[in-house]
């Protein structure tokens, strides 16, 4: 089969096509043919050799990616949810090897759902690693109520835009964060108030909020902070409740704390019900070619990507 590995870490050329043999699925897992999958930070982040780069160099060839939607073509024997033929999403191993970029995919049973069938795959793989996050953060970490206020930054990336539905799903009230051009697309994901991060600090413009999704590190957390009301949770997705932000938040009587996300079928079978139903919608704005996924690494480098960037595989 084909398959994209990193042989040196590096600029994104350093993702070298080449042929492998097809995984051998363990009992617990199924082969998936794959048709598309997603990109996302962490990929280019441990392409350059940080990240989780030291925990895929263990089980070498490094093969990026995490992100699959495809077709079940072998089941092994454990394995009683699917069956070849069955369409399945998900995001496998994470944060171990997830080896996606590849025609095939072994992956645990317990990590997939089925993929309705009014959603195609490209969106489906779109619905994966940042959907998760940000169903788990809001969801599973800070058990979002109806009627609770949710800053969600970066609202117009991949998890934020995940975030600003899956708030709004809760019937909360959502504020998001985005430059200018991106107002239109986060109201349309339907939040309730737009803030341009380049025009105004967030710190000065919202308050009383009972849960913030940060994506941007210590300096917008320990921000942050005081958009918070007492007894709100600041979760940082990208490290950003560090001993400074702890101390802070302590003095204010607010949860901060630190989220990775972990590969779920059960959760991921909830994002699968939502999406089905319409109530839940993965934006792609960028597809490229297999062969041209150095190409999509340098759109999501450019930390300007509007929802999600989708490669083909098959
Ligand atoms: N811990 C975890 O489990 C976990 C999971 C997923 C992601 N992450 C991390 O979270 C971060 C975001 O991930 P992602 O997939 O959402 O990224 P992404 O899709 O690449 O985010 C791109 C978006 O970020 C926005 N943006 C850039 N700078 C901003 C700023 N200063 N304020 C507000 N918005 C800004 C851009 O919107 P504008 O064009 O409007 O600026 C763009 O739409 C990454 O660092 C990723 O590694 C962590």
Redesign the pocket.
């Known amino acids: 089969m084909k398959a994209f590995v990193v042989n040196e870490p590096g600029a994104p050329e350093s993702l070298q096509l080449t042929e492998l043999d097809t995984p051998i699925i363990k009992d617990d897992e199924v082969l998936v043919k794959v048709r598309a999958i997603s990109i996302?930070?962490?990929d280019t982040?441990t392409r350059e050799g940080k990240s989780l780069y030291n925990t895929l160099k263990e089980t070498e060839p490094v093969i990026l990616g995490w992100d699959i939607s495809g077709e079940v073509v072998e089941a092994g024997e454990k394995v009683t949810y699917f069956k070849p033929g069955d369409e399945v999403f998900g995001m496998v191993n994470f944060p171990g090897h997830g080896r996606a970029y590849a025609e095939y995919v072994a992956a645990p049973e317990a990590h997939l759902a089925h993929k309705p069938a009014n959603i195609p795959h490209h969106e489906a793989a779109a619905a994966t690693?940042?959907a998760l996050?940000a169903w788990q953060v809001l969801v599973n970490e800070a058990d979002i109520q109806p009627g609770q206020r949710v800053l969600v930054?970066?609202?117009?990336?991949?998890?934020?835009h995940f975030a600003v539905q899956i708030a709004k799903y809760f019937k909360a009230f959502v504020i998001g964060?985005?430059?200018k051009?991106?107002h239109d697309f986060i109201m349309n994901m339907g939040a309730d108030e737009q803030i341009d991060?380049n025009e105004y600090k967030v710190e000065d413009v919202v308050m009383d909020a009972d849960i913030v999704l940060d994506?941007?590190g210590e300096e917008?957390s320990l921000r942050s902070l005081k958009c918070l009301k007492e007894g709100g949770k600041l979760i940082s997705?990208?490290g950003g409740a560090k001993e400074a932000v702890q101390e802070e938040a302590k003095k204010r009587n607010i949860e901060a704390k630190?989220?990775?996300?972990h590969s779920s079928g059960e959760d991921m079978a909830k994002i699968a019900d939502l999406m089905s139903q319409g109530k839940l919608t993965a934006h792609v704005s960028h597809v490229y070619d297999f062969e041209d996924i150095a190409k999509a690494h340098e759109q999501?480098e450019t930390?300007?990507?509007?929802?999600?960037v989708i490669v083909h595989v098959s």
């Open positions: 996302n930070p962490v982040k690693l940042a996050t930054h970066a609202a117009a990336g991949g998890v934020g964060t985005a430059s051009e991106n991060y994506s941007l917008n997705i990208l630190n989220y990775l996300v999501v930390r300007k990507t509007r929802g999600k």
